[in-house]
């Protein structure tokens, strides 16, 4: 079993950064990767960055150049570092851990979330 709390989310004017943090707790050295998505108001949840066990970064398109996912040592703490925020950045943002095998996706632990909201 594994806990997830997100935290770092907030409001910020266009251009501006955010960097939401995760906190894990209970069993994450078990897990075999963490990520973070968001989910828009209207919109499905999509996968922003994931890291894998053995250390590769994968970041989605609209992550890609602007966002850098990074855990600290053990994986108790997973970051996720926002640059150059843009409004349609708005959204709820989660932090995950473990495969769903069923789903295919890094999702079978799931935050609560954490507001970003983005002016222009």
């Known amino acids: 079993e594994v806990q997830l709390v997100e935290s770092g989310g907030g409001s910020v004017q266009a251009g501006g950064s955010l960097r939401l943090s995760c906190a894990a707790s209970?069993?994450?050295?078990?897990?075999?990767?963490m990520a973070w998505y968001r989910q828009a108001p209207g919109r499905e949840r999509e996968e922003l960055a994931r890291?894998?066990?053995?250390?590769?970064?994968i970041y989605q398109a609209s992550a890609k150049g602007r966002f850098t996912i990074s855990p600290d040592n053990d994986w108790h703490s997973l970051y996720l570092q926002m640059d150059s925020l843009k409004p349609e950045d708005t959204a709820i943002y989660y932090c995950?851990?473990?495969?769903?095998?069923?789903?295919?996706?890094?999702?079978?632990?799931w935050g609560r979330g954490t507001q970003v909201s983005v002016s222009s």
């Open positions: 995950a851990a473990d495969y769903d095998g069923h789903a295919g996706i890094c999702g079978y632990y």
């Open positions: 890291i894998e066990r053995d250390g590769r970064t």
């Open positions: 209970g069993n994450i050295g078990g897990s075999s990767c």
